[in-house]
């Protein structure tokens, strides 16, 4: 028997605190002689360890006093690799390389790591084991009297001894080394270009005294296109993923030249493979023996795993599952971290033979199925005759329903990048608005990654135009539905998303209140402050600001905040380097200034997205309770 109450005040036993718990995280598995390894984040201390999953159970391999993350690029990535008997990882607190032996399989104490380098003015990242040389191949970014210099490396295990393999470009990324040791493969890009944009792949090889060669470019000389991933086939074959024929796909080496892979059996559909590549270390497809691929294919939001046979029609494999991301392979099983509507992430191990499917780790059920919101796809018309992307949630409480002559209101969350994308997945966040009687609308504005490159560029020089223009018909199409209270419209987003949020505040009367988490109010100001890996992202974004001065006056929500008349409620992170707290303060002042009801929360110790599980709890109750408020 369920119960009337007004949308928007349901109560429940999913709290925020529950929410925070529930949002644990892995990332980059990597298969090899002594079982599996992954990374795993955990909101509690906000820590992220490694743990090896061997003999049928997972033992974590941190000891107390580390945490495995790179912040090369402020977004990190690469934080570990498998170097002979020992594990190579980058610890947060120096950003330094650490060697720790991976012990005997019957220890129960971790080993305690040791460092490998000693460079207070550096940051490590993307590591890779060079077998020949016995060193870790690493992306370095060099902090001193030049600025910022980004090279690539090699470590010797043994020393700490250093040798540049490469420099002289502005960015590094997805060192890759073939089976033999002799080939060395990287992604590199100049600015003013993004990963997203243009990119080169080029290839190095091994000298007789041990030494690289200079690099040579084998695609992307002439730009226009983005590669990613480069990976070595068993028999040495180098294959890398490009957006040269509009979606991120396989191509291969033949005969000096990168040739498309054609997916043999799969068709000419286009899809992404992966998603825009904003941190390292990403897995999005692997070749496999005997010239087959596995591989992820985004498509309308969704990231399917198929194996594509050297012939013959794809298999799609973990069926169950809405998002396969980070893969690995050994002779028996297939690994992946994989998502699901129902469960939080998971790493899986998929039985090559049979496709049966295991949970290693992850994999909870949070809710009942009668308690859950299920993504629901939702394309819609835009501006400019487009079409976007949305995954709609309605209000789910087993134990709770609304007056039959009342509509849900609506929460519309604007994604964080902007060039990224949400997915279709668990999240604990969404679950706990739709547990209290609100709907959720999730926006792939265009602009967004994983719907092919041409969606991805619409952002270029439109950004605060097409992203809002987006979160608002989104709103619209799910009110032409009948299925949310047009007059009780919410916004909300995180980073570039809390910049979308102000920015459809200040150009619409659409929404009752909204949001901003660490968001840009002041896109100038975060251009001349920024890191160097987004140095020119608001160039692309928004234009030259030489050349189109008012253009960032125009879209600024600071400079706009005469036309908000909304509430908002802010949040800070008092530490971060991206979005600085002076210019949310700056933005909060200008609306107080105006009368409008402010709401401003700074947590000191959090940097540029919250992690700690009890700020992550607080953030979400407080935002709740302001929108009650409103309601």
Known sequence: MTTCRPYGFWPSAWSAAAAAAASRDFAELRAGADGLFWLAYEPADARCTLWQWRGGAATCLTPAGFSLRSRVYEYGGGAFCLAGQDVAFVNEADQQIY????????????????????????????????RRADAIVALEEARGGEGVVHRLVSIARGDGARRVIAAGADFYASP?????????????????????????????????????SAGRCLAGEAGGEAL??????????????????????PWYEAQGRLVPHGLAGGGAAQFDCAPAPWQLGTTSYLPLDGGGLLLTHMLDGFGYLFEHGPAGSPRQLAVDYSRCRQLAVNDRFVFCIAGSPERTPAVLAIERASGAVRILAGGAAPLAPEQLSRPQPLRFAT?????????????????????????????????????????????????FWTQRGFAVADVNYRGSSGFGRAYRQRLRGQWGVVDVQDVCQAARALAAQGLIDPARVFVRGSSAGGFTALCALAASELFRGGASLYGVSDPLALRRGTHKFEGDYLDWLIGDPQQVPQRFRERAPLHNAEWIDTPVIFFQG???????PEQTE?????????????????YPQERHGFREACNLADALEREWRFYQRLL
């Open 176 to 212: 890759a080394l073939s089976p033999d040791g002799e080939r060395l493969a990287w992604i590199e890009w100049s600015r003013p270009e993004q990963p997203w944009t243009a990119t080169r792949l080029c290839l190095s090889q091994r000298l007789p005294d041990g030494r690289w």
């Open 586 to 602: 700056a933005m909060v002042a200008a609306l107080r200034r105006r009368g409008v009801a402010v709401e401003y929360q700074c």
């Open 574 to 580: 008092g530490q971060d380097a991206v979005v600085l």
């Open 228 to 249: 990613q991933q480069p990976r070595f086939a068993a028999d040495g074959r180098l294959y890398c993923l490009s957006d040269r024929h509009g979606g991120w796909q």
């Open 99 to 130: 060697l720790q032996d991976l012990g005997e399989p019957e220890s129960s104490v971790p080993a305690q790591p040791l460092a490998l380098t000693r460079r207070a003015d550096c940051r490590y990242g993307d590591l890779q084991y060079d």
């Open 383 to 431: 501006g400019e005759g487009g079409t976007a992307h949305a995954f709609f949630y309605p209000p789910r409480n087993a134990e709770c329903h609304g007056r039959p002559d009342a509509l849900p209101p609506l929460v519309v969350f604007a994604h964080g990048g902007p060039t990224s994308a949400c997915y279709p997945v668990f999240d604990p966040r969404i679950q």
